[in-house]
């Protein structure tokens, strides 16, 4: 088993850290800058920094807070939010993204992924997929921060971006979102039947249990979680030490 990946997760909404509970009810947290120093030190991975409001604001990620972040942060940082073109995809690599993060302007233009996989390489493409559990049972893929029902069956949808280059996918589910009650491992399962990717497990993470769990039931490379470690609960620390007792590889 390959080791597996903790990643602390920065919404951002006009320059602050923000966590709500089903994509709604935000709440603001801290700085972004001083929240990815302190994953940083504790040892975090990568650091997944997300513009929630980008999109639905119809302006881009604010690329000067990446890059601050990008110079006192030393592990992977994935960034997305307001991504639209492969320019954006540049300016923020050149900021010090070493990953970019794509939802809506992927599921509006798919065509998107495969460019920038050309350009950069898919190892800097990341399609985030939030995903809600339908009366049928199918999942749908949601966009503009989980506003939207696309109608498209957030499986296929899967299968389909790492089709067209996609190097990994990170997959929340919107029902599990905030609630604290454990990650969507239903919804993981599916996902990863079908991608030949690493999947990134995010949404609804809210004890110690739920990282062990989420690696021993599915094939999860990494858990990302935010509520846990910005109020101070847990640190990525706990996490890896919880998941070592566990027999379960971490870095």
């Known amino acids: 088993m390959l080791a597996k990946r903790i990643i602390p997760c920065l ?8 966590k709500g509970i089903n994509f709604v009810g935000i709440r603001e947290v ?5 929240c990815a120093e302190m994953y940083n030190a504790q040892g975090a991975d990568e650091i997944v920094f997300l513009d929630i409001t980008a999109t639905s ?3 881009e990620t604010m690329v000067d807070v990446v890059r601050e972040t990008a110079k006192k942060v030393f592990v992977p940082l ?15 690599l050149r900021a010090g993204a070493d990953k970019v993060s794509v939802n809506s302007a992927a599921l509006k ?10 350009r950069f390489g898919s190892q800097c493409v990341v399609v985030a997929i939030d995903a809600r559990k ?27 971006a790492c089709e067209l280059g996609a190097g990994e996918i990170l997959l929340t589910s919107m029902d599990a979102d905030g609630t604290r009650d454990g990650f969507d491992l239903d919804l993981l399962n599916a996902v990863i039947a079908v991608a030949p990717v690493p999947v990134i497990a995010s949404g609804g993470c809210g004890k110690l249990e739920h990282f062990s769990e989420v690696f021993e039931k599915t094939g999860a490379d990494a858990a990302l979680a935010a509520s846990l470690f910005h109020y101070r609960e847990l640190t990525v620390g706990d996490v890896k030490a919880h998941l070592k007792e566990k027999n379960i590889p971490v870095r």
Request: glycine letters at 14%; aromatic letters at 6%; zero cysteines.
């Open 30 to 34: 801290g700085d972004p800058v001083e």
């Open 109 to 118: 233009n798919p065509q998107l992924i495969s460019d920038a996989a050309d």
């Open 11 to 18: 919404d951002v909404r006009d320059g602050k850290v923000v």
């Open 134 to 160: 339908m009366e049928d049972g199918s999942w749908h893929a949601y966009s503009a921060g989980g506003r939207i029902d696309t109608g498209v069956d957030a499986v296929e949808w899967a299968k389909r």
């Open 78 to 92: 994935t960034v997305g939010g307001g991504i639209s073109s492969v320019e954006d995809f540049a300016k923020l």
């Open 57 to 59: 604001d119809h302006r």
